[in-house]
């Protein structure tokens, strides 16, 4: 059988999280480890606890009322991870602070659901970073306002475009306030990196705020892509209208219905059906091999985490244009909106900050043409590095079982080096 057997014992967690009370339950392999699985009301700082880490809840209001939710790790439990500098002795220095921003669809989840010795977010604080997680607006934890409710249409009115501009800032600013540092380090996955380089074309004061940067699957232009989302791209102007029509702007929230189909993510049936592997091969390649199957029932309690529609659809725009672009209104939008007929691009060769990117041969949606056209235009890429498993995945950067021998130990030496 694929997937090894479970057994099922659910417990109550009250408190944490972006929506206050928290329901889980443990999942455990027969006879082995468990996992913390948390259906609802957040989970994240919940898991970065039960790792014996410590944990902080921040608050950020960005300048058009949307209320982020970050989580930060001040400090590691084993600073001797790798071999190479750390970043933090005992000298009475303060430790740097790292941000790391998720993908679409995901929250600051993805980085502390592993376990502490393969999750970025522990290997870092463990080598002695400050780390911080970022959650962009409509995503689990960031579903608050100064005066909209995500029950309202006008709370979904943003793509990415508004993260970049909006969101990222008010974040680096809180984190550098709050550590009193002049500058951070940044990881991005994906969309983590989409908002970085759109925050700099747009702001480009901020590249004096952020001392270097990782892209891991690097996204900017996506005319390659391969998969649903490629698909999908040439019904970007229908999925809009349909939101539209309805008055649905948010799109793939978790929430009852997904908590219905997710509470089947320990039942031995559905697991050994293979319906689990298929769905995650489907939106970012196959890579059987480094898929963790004892952990899919982590991974399926916190993703998707949400987002609004037209995030979504923005990505869809890009992939038929080919361009790395602002939202596209339509003619008439566009002119209100740009003075033009056509969407702004973003201008890359305002990222002056050091970049190093982790691409891979086997990304749909960070295909190798499409990183290879970023590196080109950025100013200051300074490292490249191609992971060696010719198989390895979108999804994989984050949830691959050798992610921290394939991608992180790398990461962290170009870090040490900033």
């Given at each position: 059988m694929f997937f090894p057997a479970f057994a099922l014992v659910v417990v109550v967690v009250e408190g944490g999280g972006g929506a206050g009370g928290l329901r889980s339950f443990w999942c455990c392999q027969e006879g082995g480890r468990c996992w913390l699985v948390v259906v609802e009301g957040g989970g994240g700082p919940q898991i970065i606890e039960y790792n014996g880490y410590p944990k902080e809840v921040h608050l950020v209001t960005t300048e058009d009322g949307y209320i982020l939710e970050l989580?930060?790790?001040?400090?590691?439990?084993?600073?001797?991870?790798?071999?190479?500098?750390?970043?933090?002795?005992?000298?009475?220095?303060?430790?740097?602070?790292?941000?790391?921003?998720?993908?679409?669809?995901?929250?600051?989840?993805?980085?502390?659901?592993?376990t502490p010795d393969k999750a970025l977010a522990y290997l870092l604080a463990d080598s002695g970073y400050d780390v911080w997680m970022g959650n962009v607006r409509g995503n689990t934890y960031s579903r608050n306002h100064v005066s909209l409710s995500p029950s309202q249409k006008e709370f979904w009115q943003f793509s990415w475009s508004e993260m970049a501009y909006y969101d990222m800032p008010a974040i680096i600013d809180h984190i550098l306030n709050e550590t009193k540092a002049k500058d951070l380090y940044y990881v991005g996955f994906s969309m983590g990196t989409t908002v970085f380089w759109a925050m700099m074309s747009d702001r480009p004061e901020y590249n004096q705020k952020v001392r270097c940067m990782a892209a891991m699957g690097p996204v900017a232009y996506v005319g390659n892509a391969k998969g649903p989302l490629a698909r999908l791209a040439s019904k970007a102007g229908f999925m809009e209208g349909m939101a539209k029509f309805f008055g649905k702007y948010e799109f793939?929230?978790?929430?009852?219905?997904?908590?219905?189909?997710?509470?089947?993510?320990?039942?031995?049936?559905?697991?050994?059906?293979?319906?689990?592997?298929?769905?995650?091969?489907?939106?970012?390649?196959?890579?059987?091999?480094?898929?963790?199957?004892?952990?899919?029932?982590?991974?399926?309690?916190?993703t998707p985490a949400g987002t609004s529609i037209f995030t979504v659809t923005h990505y869809l725009q890009e992939i038929m244009s080919g361009n790395f672009q602002k939202y596209d209104y339509g003619v008439k939008g566009n002119l209100e909106k740009y003075n033009s007929t056509s969407p702004p691009e973003y201008n890359l060769n305002n990222v002056t900050v050091p970049v190093a990117l982790f691409s891979s041969e086997n990304d749909w949606l960070a295909a190798p043409k499409d990183v290879e056209k970023l590196k080109l235009e950025l100013p200051n890429n300074v490292y490249h590095k191609v992971v060696e498993d010719p198989m390895?995945?979108?999804?994989?950067?984050?949830?691959?079982?050798?992610?921290?021998?394939?991608?992180?130990?790398?990461?962290?030496n170009f870090l040490a080096q900033c």
């Open positions: 989580h930060r790790i001040p400090h590691g439990i084993n600073e001797s991870k790798y071999n190479g500098k750390n970043a933090f002795k005992d000298n009475g220095q303060p430790r740097p602070p790292i941000l790391l921003q998720h993908c679409l669809l995901c929250s600051s989840a993805e980085f502390v659901m592993n793939l929230a978790f929430g009852p219905v997904m908590d219905k189909l997710l509470s089947y993510a320990c039942d031995e049936r559905v697991l050994a059906s293979a319906m689990c592997r298929n769905f995650l091969f489907q939106i970012g390649g196959s890579n059987p091999k480094q898929l963790n199957e004892e952990f899919l029932p982590v991974l399926l309690t916190h390895f995945t979108h999804l994989d950067f984050v949830w691959a079982k050798d992610a921290d021998q394939l991608v992180y130990k790398d990461v962290l």
